[in-house]
């Protein structure tokens, strides 16, 4: 049989197969081969009736996030908040180009619109994303139709109010929501193992929360791929390993200085850019002092 896993906990892997859930573990060949199910996994297993299943084999993955483990994900919620904690346009694009890299679809919605007095600078962020083409949501009727024939998982800061948010799609998860601290002005980790639910024609998964994201890219060319508006502009530098930085003939900062990128973003692109080159110099001097 062939199935989608769409819960670990405590060594049990839960597969959905037309349906319904089959209860399976992992053949110990897969801890010889170094492989290990994550939800979102498809895999074919053998499910006898009254007994426990086993996976036989884990089909190639599409795409995969390491925190938490999850895998062959079509679209992120990316859930920001207007207030409490305050949007963070950096923070996003943190998020932007984890999903670039990955090949999932972004969606931004935002969460406590009623604590916002004016709208204004909000609105001027909706624009610039929407020009590049991430969908900007606010409310759950534009959200819900996104939801259907897509795997779908939810992250963000934590204290934006992801649970919440899930709680309001789908009442009968009833997952546990957080208070957000006063004296560290955060909110409390409160999503616990990972789980994938069929609401509105779709699947979706909780997630962490996060207090700071670290990204997998590690070179320029691929960092120029995650913002598409500047990997689109780039199309016209001279050089093929232009940084956009200091090279002659870059096509990019004209683009920034006629307003066609925003400066926001091509602001978070070089924060981004000089932290990978650290990296980099980092990994150069250890390397040296280890030979």
């Known amino acids: 049989m062939q199935g989608i896993i769409m819960k670990a906990l405590a060594g049990f892997y839960y597969v959905e197969s037309e349906g319904q859930v089959y209860q399976t ?6 801890r010889k081969k170094g492989q ?4 979102g996994d498809i895999v074919d297993f053998s499910a006898e009736e009254q007994s426990e299943g086993y996976i036989l084999k884990i089909h190639e993955r599409r795409n995969s996030l390491v925190r938490p483990p999850i895998v062959n994900i079509d679209q ?14 950096n923070l996003l694009d943190r998020f932007l180009v984890l999903l670039e890299q990955k090949s999932i679809r972004p969606v931004i919605y935002i969460s406590k619109m009623d604590l916002l007095e004016h709208r204004d600078e909000l609105d001027s962020y909706r624009v610039i994303y929407e020009k590049i083409g991430y969908p900007f949501v606010n409310s759950l009727e534009e959200l819900i139709p996104l939801l259907k ?14 649970s919440t948010l899930l709680n309001k799609i789908a009442p009968e998860l009833q997952l546990e929501t957080g208070a ?25 998964a909780d997630t962490p929360g996060f207090s700071s994201l670290d990204y997998e890219v590690k070179e320029v ?22 940084t956009h930085t200091h090279e002659p003939d870059c096509a990019v900062k004209p ?21 990978i080159q650290n990296v980099r110099e980092v990994y150069k001097k250890v390397s040296k002092k280890i030979k």
């Open 76 to 89: 992120a919620v990316i859930i920001m908040s207007a207030k409490e904690p305050d949007f963070n346009a």
């Open 149 to 162: 024939d897509k795997v779908t998982v939810f992250m963000g800061q934590t204290g934006v109010g992801k």
């Open 180 to 204: 957000i601290s006063d004296s560290l002005g955060r909110g409390r980790h409160t999503t616990r193992a990972v789980s994938f639910y069929n609401v509105y024609g779709g699947k979706i």
């Open 25 to 30: 573990r992992a053949r110990g060949n897969f």
């Open 221 to 242: 060319e691929a960092l120029t791929d995650c913002f598409p508006e500047i990997a689109a502009a780039s199309q016209g530098c001279k050089f093929r390993t232009c």
């Open 36 to 39: 290990t199910p994550y939800v």
């Open 255 to 275: 683009a920034v200085e006629a307003q066609e990128i925003s400066q926001s973003r091509y602001d978070n692109y070089l924060q981004f850019l000089t932290e």
